[in-house]
């Protein structure tokens, strides 16, 4: 695909062909010279249009959309025609569009925009079709170079749960979740479209809905589960690891027990990268760091309230916990006795038992003489009793339970510490925890925010806005992603997750103003995401990770160059040039 620095390119492709192909596509701003060898002639109107009078007519065009849906719909369409258009136009108005693509929109894309499925996008592997699985990977990727892959099962779409393919036929294709973080790996770190593939692993579904209508697109089948379910996956992930040794492989939104099995067990052999648990935890690391700054404590000082002990609430935990070994030179046993974690049978406790407590949760499991005068009749444990009795500084929520930070567990938490620190993080906006205008207004001020989706900012008692930060793991996992790339890292290790941590939060305005939002506003991601990158490629040259040689100081001019940026290239004809 045409980038930056490669000014000229040989492309193979010409007149309808070259047009239909998204890659390589200009539309208008094809220049007279390219019209003429590319036999382009008859097929477009005489202006000759920039990139940037394209794009005012795209937005201008998008504007007349009336709803968010109705613009994501738009910028798929543009997406599916002209590549650099689309993230050209998406790195112009990047605050603006980011919530169209991405978090919250894409999550009711997928859930509502059902029976208008256009054109499909990235790779489906089917379970039913495993034997002729490496045909069709070869298909889409034989001649091509991949730096990074990400897939998804979709059993755990973002809080919206199993949604198999994507959603009934929704309009933005069935790959909606692996292709919209592509994008943004593309838009906010600069990896290249085309050195990207978006798979979706279809082992079936669980939800009666998808089942039941004749026009859903996946495979109408139960999920696929134990030894035939894992089988199918190594089955993917060894092809990944032969074809492509040295890309990244970022797991989506798998179900949780999944998720953390996959992520162990092919951790050590490959670079893989969990986003829902590693880089949730690593943004969420990055607000605790610029929250206690604010109220100049300690990691090991704090009082943890997790809800919801899934991937996201147990990531959490873990990289909050190694941060305090790390940081504050804590024992493990001690830190994780700074951990309550609550999940549907309430705080995760002893005697709840190995039915209810998945093995991961073990570390985090709380004795149960701590709740003697205050388990209810179930033998559980709610929020608002653990809140009273933990006095938590840092309540976050992983939970989807939208509403269960109630003004009650709220002002309980205030009056056990002066700045609560509150983190409602479920996606899409309609499952927060706690709005955080309330947690503001029920706090006086006092609260310390940060969400999952975008929200606009509270009124202080000064009458100051607050900024809500957004705590979303697009604010690092890109830059993880590319730095880890790059470098060509042959596996994806804490430090690397850590050293990627560390930089984000130097980044945080609440440093330089405590009123500030914690965390870097997502205007300003693509610098953040960059400076991500540069940290965990310096981490893996430092620790011997990297696959290429290179001096540590090399290693910022190494990043700049590799990022890839939406920009014509012009072109020659060549038989033997690119096309695809
Ligand atoms: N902000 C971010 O960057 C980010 C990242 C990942 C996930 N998330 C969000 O976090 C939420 C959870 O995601 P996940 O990947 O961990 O999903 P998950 O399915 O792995 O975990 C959800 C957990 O919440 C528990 N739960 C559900 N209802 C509950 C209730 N009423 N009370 C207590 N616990 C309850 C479930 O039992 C499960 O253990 C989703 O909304 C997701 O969008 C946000
Ligand atoms: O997709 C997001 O917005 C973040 C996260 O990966 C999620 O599952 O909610
Ligand atoms: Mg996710």
Redesign the pocket.
């Known amino acids: 695909m045409p980038a930056t620095l490669r000014n000229i390119f040989r492309v193979a492709l010409r007149g309808e062909a070259l047009l239909t192909n998204p890659h390589f596509n200009k539309g208008t701003a094809f220049s007279l010279e390219e019209r003429r060898d590319f036999c382009l002639g008859g097929r477009l109107p005489s202006k000759v249009a920039t990139l940037d009078e394209q794009c005012q007519r795209a937005y201008d065009q998008l504007n007349s959309q009336e709803s968010p849906l109705h613009k994501n719909g738009f910028l798929q369409s543009l997406k599916d025609q002209n590549r650099v258009l689309y993230f050209a136009l998406l790195s112009k108005h990047l605050r603006e569009l980011i919530p169209i693509i991405y978090t919250p929109t894409e999550a009711d894309a997928i859930a509502n925009y059902s029976h208008l499925f256009r054109r499909s996008e990235g790779m489906y592997l089917t379970f039913p079709n495993q034997d002729s699985m490496e045909e069709d990977f070869l298909e889409q990727t034989r001649g091509r170079e991949i730096d990074l892959v990400v897939c998804s099962d979709a059993e755990?779409i973002?809080?919206i749960g199993d949604q198999g393919v994507g959603g009934i036929g929704v309009r933005k294709p069935p790959n909606v979740i692996s292709s919209a973080k592509s994008s943004i790996y593309t838009l906010l770190a600069g990896v290249n479209p085309a050195r990207s593939l978006a798979v979706t692993l279809d082992v079936g579904t669980d939800n009666d809905s998808l089942l039941n209508d004749e026009l859903y697109v996946g495979w109408s089948n139960k999920r696929i589960r134990g030894e035939e379910y894992d089988a199918f996956v190594d089955k993917f992930v060894q092809l990944v690891r032969k074809y492509h040794p040295h890309s990244l492989l970022h797991f989506e939104d798998f179900g949780?027990a999944n998720a953390y099995r996959l992520l162990e067990k092919y951790r050590n052999e490959h670079a893989v990268f969990n986003d829902?648990i590693q880089g949730?935890g690593a943004?969420t690391l990055a607000a605790v760091m610029a929250a206690i700054g604010v109220t100049k404590t300690k990691l090991s000082d704090q009082r943890f309230i997790i809800?919801?002990?899934?991937?996201?609430?147990l990531g959490v935990a873990r990289q909050i916990r190694d941060a305090m070994v790390l940081i504050d030179g804590f024992p493990v046993g001690e830190a994780n006795k700074r951990f309550w974690m609550?999940?549907?049978y309430g705080v995760i406790k002893e005697s709840l038992g190995p039915s209810k407590i998945r093995p991961e949760l073990e570390e985090f499991t709380r004795p149960d003489d701590e709740w003697v005068n205050v388990q209810n009749s179930d033998n559980q444990v709610g929020l608002l009793d653990a809140v009273r009795q933990v006095k938590p500084t840092v309540l976050i929520g992983?939970?989807?339970?939208n509403g269960?930070f109630t003004e009650d567990v709220i002002k309980e938490m205030a009056k056990g510490t002066e700045r609560p620190i509150i983190f409602p993080?479920?996606?899409p906006s309609r499952?927060v925890e706690v709005d955080p205008k309330d947690a503001n207004d029920w706090t006086n001020g006092k609260a310390l925010l940060a969400t999952?989706s975008p929200f606009p900012p509270c009124k202080m008692p000064n009458g100051k806005n607050y900024v809500i930060a957004e705590?979303?793991?697009a604010l690092i996992y890109p830059g993880i992603g590319f730095g880890a790339v790059v470098s060509k890292s042959k596996t994806l290790t804490d430090s690397m997750i850590i050293a990627a941590t560390r930089r984000l939060a130097s980044l945080s305005p609440a440093l330089k103003d405590p009123d500030d939002g914690l965390l870097p506003d997502f205007g300003d991601s693509p610098g953040v995401n960059l400076e991500v990158a540069i940290a965990v490629a310096e981490q893996a040259v430092e620790e011997g990770r990297a696959g290429i040689q290179c001096q540590k100081e090399d290693v910022r001019r190494l990043v700049t160059d590799a990022q890839w940026k939406p920009l014509y290239a012009e072109y020659v004809y060549d038989a033997n040039g690119e096309k695809e």
Do not use: E, K, M
């Open positions: 755990a973002l809080g949780t829902d949730t943004v809800y919801g002990a899934g991937s996201a609430g609550i999940d549907r992983c939970s989807t339970h269960a993080l479920s996606n499952l999952g705590c979303n793991n």
